[in-house]
């Protein structure tokens, strides 16, 4: 099989932070793995003690309300559509589907979602990194560049942000 099996965009803009963690939604994984919803579900089920709550955990329906509303999953969701609250699979728990989902494909999914989390940590410790230099840089130069350096931080600020998180 193909290493570009699943482009890393498609992965990354399906990657969630909820309760503090990057996770998956159990849809958006059997899309990735092309299983059906319900079948990554019962395969789960049938080994349930492979996933412990810091592996896979199911939202809570505050949590189903705000995805809802933020357009990330489906408002039939309890509505005549999906009748169970969506499981979510932590890093870990992706990499124990692949002890469960046993394709060709689902191994090659896993490999390219490893990655995808590999480089979303990546990019994080390069944002960090970055910032340390610039604020090094900034304690050795003289007022002259003060307000090249404020621009940089109102840059960096706005990135730093955080996202709308879903849960506590």
Not at 68 to 75: A, D
Request: without cysteine; proline residues 3%; glycine residues 2%.
């Amino acid at each position: 099989m193909s290493l570009d099996l699943v482009p890393m965009e498609a992965i990354t803009t399906k990657i969630h932070l909820i309760r503090e963690q990057k996770v998956l939604l159990d849809r958006d994984l059997a899309e990735l793995y092309d299983v059906e919803t319900r079948a990554l579900t019962q395969a789960v089920r049938r080994n349930i003690h492979r996933f412990p709550i810091d592996f896979m955990f199911t939202l809570e329906e505050r949590e189903v309300n705000l995805l809802m509303s933020q357009s990330v999953i489906s408002k039939t969701l309890g509505r005549g559509g999906t009748r169970k609250p969506p499981m979510v699979f932590t890093e870990q728990g992706v990499a124990m589907l692949s002890s469960v989902l046993k394709s060709e494909r689902a191994i090659e999914v896993n490999i390219s979602i490893m990655r995808a989390f590999v480089q979303m940590r990546q990019m994080l410790a390069t944002h960090a990194d970055l910032k340390r230099k610039i604020e090094e840089m900034e304690s050795k130069y003289d007022e002259q560049f003060q307000i090249v350096f404020e621009a940089i931080r109102q840059l960096l600020v706005e990135d730093e942000q955080p996202k709308k998180k879903i849960g506590f």
